[in-house]
Every structure is written in C-alpha cells, then in structure tokens.
C-alpha cells in the first residue's frame, strides 16, 4: 500500500477512535491487524504473479509445440503466428504504446522484462481475449498462453519474447 494512503489511514482512524472514546491500546490492535492485511495483500500479489508466470512459460512451451514460436535461446514468436494477428496489430500496438511500457521491453534486463511482459498480456488478454481465441487459438489449437505471446510480440513489434 502507498505510505500516503496508510498515515492517512491511520490520522482518520484515530479522529475517529478519539471520538468513539476508545484508547491507544484498541488503536494499536487494529493498526497491528491493518499491517498484517497488508502483508497478506503482498503474498497474495506474488502467488498471483507467480502463476501468471508459470502460465505464460507453458504458453511458451505450447508456441514452440504448436509451430507458433521456436525457441533460439530467447523465445521468437514466428512471423506467420504474428501475421494471423494482422486484423488487431494497430490496437496491440496502440495498447503497448498507451500503457507506457518501453519500446524495447527491458531486453537486456530478465526480471524487468518479465514483469513488463506479465502485465502487458494481462492487458492484452482483458482486452483482446476474445478475439486472439478466433483468430489464433481456435485455428492453431492452442489453450495455454501461446496466443498471448504471439500478441505480446505484435504488440511490441518485436518477436523475441525476453521474458521466458
């Protein structure tokens, strides 16, 4: 949580507590139990994002199975799996673009790269998931994340997945 948010968080309760006539020692029991929801939060944040990753590694697996990707030590997503995504390509683009993410996707750093390409497919998959199940997931029989690497790829208009 944002520092900003918890002290003011916090100056609300006390006005609050102090007008409820409660003390420090109820006001400390549920500061303790607001730090321990925090830190629930923050595990929770990291199982999440640690089965989108394994998702999106299986993904991988299935691109290469499927003749989507092939696996030269990165990940390249080949171009006739990107070609099938011509009728989104401008909207792809435009999300990666819109969303801020770099152009180059943090190529030379692995764990920036494997943030930033875990939520562009986030976003990709919010917003395009319907369509990259008829125009690459149907057609290529593919299920486990295959179509959204090739999407992340048209997106960043670069093939190479660094993330994987």
């Known amino acids: 949580m944002n520092t900003e948010i918890i002290v003011a968080s916090c100056a609300v309760i006390t006005l609050v507590l102090a ?12 500061n303790q139990r607001l730090a321990s929801g925090e830190a629930a939060f923050a595990a929770l944040k990291v199982r999440c994002e640690t089965i989108w990753m394994f998702q999106l590694r299986r993904g991988g697996y299935e691109a290469e199975e499927h003749e989507i990707a092939e696996r030269n030590s ?3 997503v080949l171009p ?23 152009p180059n996707g943090y190529q030379d750093d692995h764990e920036k ?3 930033i390409e875990a939520d562009a497919t986030i976003l990709i998959e919010q917003k395009y998931g319907r369509q990259l199940l008829d125009l690459i997931c ?22 190479t997945i660094y993330s994987l």
Not at 19 to 30: C, D, P, S
């Open 138 to 159: 149907v057609p290529c029989h593919v299920s486990h994340g295959a179509c959204l690497l090739a999407a992340l790829a048209v997106a960043k208009q670069d093939p």
């Open 19 to 30: 007008l409820a006539g409660w003390g420090l020692a109820q006001f400390a029991t549920i």
């Open 113 to 115: 790269a494997m943030h």
């Open 74 to 76: 990165p990940l390249r």
């Open 80 to 102: 006739e799996a990107m070609a099938r995504l011509d009728p989104i390509k401008n909207e792809l683009i435009s999300l990666w673009k819109g969303a801020g993410f770099p």
